[in-house]
């Protein structure tokens, strides 16, 4: 995710511009005792593939540093043909789907934490039909070292 794009891309709602690179904001929520960490991922894109994470516990003021990777997996399309009712071909028909993301990584904090991460990514399709996507939000999991469980979320 650190590879440099030129341009940028605008968020679907926001209409805000956000440059590959950016931090966006989030939460993690500690299952333990609901805990909110403050949380922020780097936009990026399926090109880059990959990008830092931070996160910040107010309770025991531990701070993370972290990096993820980006996974796409399926996606495509089929090609068929229509026949009318004597048989004959009378057309083709193209069905198309954008890929599943997901991403993997971790956070480390400073106090001997390690949180393994798990997110379902949120993919867009780049307007240049250049066959990239954009990750503008996203949720998932994360267990730490000492089997703590947490919920992640982030978006524009």
Not at 31 to 52: C, H, M, P, V, W
Not at 141 to 155: C, E, K, L, P, V
Request: charged letters at 15%.
């Amino acid at each position: 995710m650190l590879i440099a794009v030129a341009g940028c891309a605008t968020g679907p709602s926001t209409g805000r511009n956000i440059k590959i690179g950016d931090m966006l904001p989030g939460e993690i929520i500690s299952l333990k005792d609901g805990t909110k960490l403050t949380y922020e991922i780097q936009f990026t894109s399926s090109a880059q593939g990959r990008g830092t994470m931070t996160a910040f516990n107010p309770v025991s003021k531990e701070s993370f540093q972290g990096q993820y990777r980006v996974i796409l997996t399926g996606g495509g399309s089929s090609t068929g043909v229509v026949r009318d009712s004597w048989g004959w071909t009378s057309g083709t028909v193209t069905t198309t789907s954008d890929p599943k993301a997901a991403a993997r990584g971790f956070l480390k904090g400073d106090k001997g934490t390690v949180i393994d991460v798990s997110l379902d990514l949120t993919p867009v399709k780049s307007n240049a039909q250049d066959g990239v996507f954009f990750f503008f939000s996203g949720q998932g999991a994360g267990t730490d070292n000492h089997n703590d469980r947490y919920q992640i979320y982030f978006g524009h």
